[in-house]
């Protein structure tokens, strides 16, 4: 248990579905990020949130959208995905955004069918 | 941005065996850690490790930061050290960005 946890952590949906990745740290930290894991691919981070508001998006498609409401929680919003968008979705916190020790939860494995 | 690159890529021991990770970087940094993602994806912190060397049990990191390297020791290995160990380090397309390597993929047979 690393103190960050994410649902679902299976996920299946066709591509013109809209679905929710959720994202919750108990740690008391002020960052939280998304990363996107593909088969033969280094982590690519997606966005940083710092203190709720946005702070670095790495160009990533519009049919990505994130929200974060508060300091413990993030959200991944997935509408109209493409096949090439099935990997793994991690998320992380960190207790500044000037990347120092970051924190995983376990990861939600999308299908993209 | 900062190059990160990790050897060997794959790796097979035997239970009980021991085994060092490469790391090498090719700026600067102020931090760098290590990870190992177990075969479910989770990633789990092992060293938060920006210069000299730590233990936590059967393993151990040293990083040499004024070369540009860091080095992961697994000793006595056992099979549930399987899995992808993974470094990284700040830097790339903006401050808060963490750089991570490709991984060494790590299959410790009984």
């Known amino acids: 248990e690393t103190g960050v946890t994410q649902t679902p952590r299976h996920l299946v949906m066709g591509m013109t579905n809209k679905k929710s990745l959720k994202c919750e740290q108990h740690?008391?930290?002020?960052?939280m990020y998304w990363y996107k894991q593909s088969a033969k691919k280094p982590l690519e981070l997606m966005f940083v949130?710092?203190?709720?508001?946005?702070?670095e998006n790495n160009s990533v498609p519009s049919r990505f959208s994130p929200e974060c409401p508060n300091s413990s929680h993030l959200f991944l919003h997935l509408h109209t995905l493409q096949p090439e968008d099935s990997a793994l979705y991690l998320c992380?916190?960190?207790?500044?955004?000037?990347?120092?020790?970051?924190?995983f939860g376990p990861g939600t494995r999308l299908t993209v069918t | 941005g900062i190059q990160v690159e990790q050897s060997p890529p794959d790796l097979i021991l035997q239970e009980g065996a021991n085994s060092t990770l490469r790391c090498n970087f090719s700026?600067?940094?102020?931090?760098l850690q290590w990870f190992h993602q177990n075969p479910w994806g989770q990633l789990i912190n092992l060293f938060y490790?920006?210069?000299g060397t730590k233990q936590n049990g059967r393993l151990s990191a040293t990083t040499v930061a004024t070369e540009r390297y860091s080095l992961l020791y697994i000793s006595s290995s056992q099979t549930t050290d399987s899995g992808v160990y993974f470094c990284?380090?700040?830097?790339?397309?903006?401050?808060?960005?963490?750089?991570f390597g490709k991984g060494t993929m790590l299959l410790v047979s009984p």
């Open positions: 990284a380090v700040p830097g790339g397309s903006g401050y808060s960005t963490l750089t």
């Open positions: 700026d600067s940094v102020n931090n």
């Open positions: 949130y710092s203190l709720e508001e946005r702070v």
């Open positions: 740690l008391g930290h002020n960052a």
């Open positions: 490790i920006p210069s």
């Open positions: 992380a916190s960190s207790q500044d955004p000037l990347a120092r020790e970051q924190y």
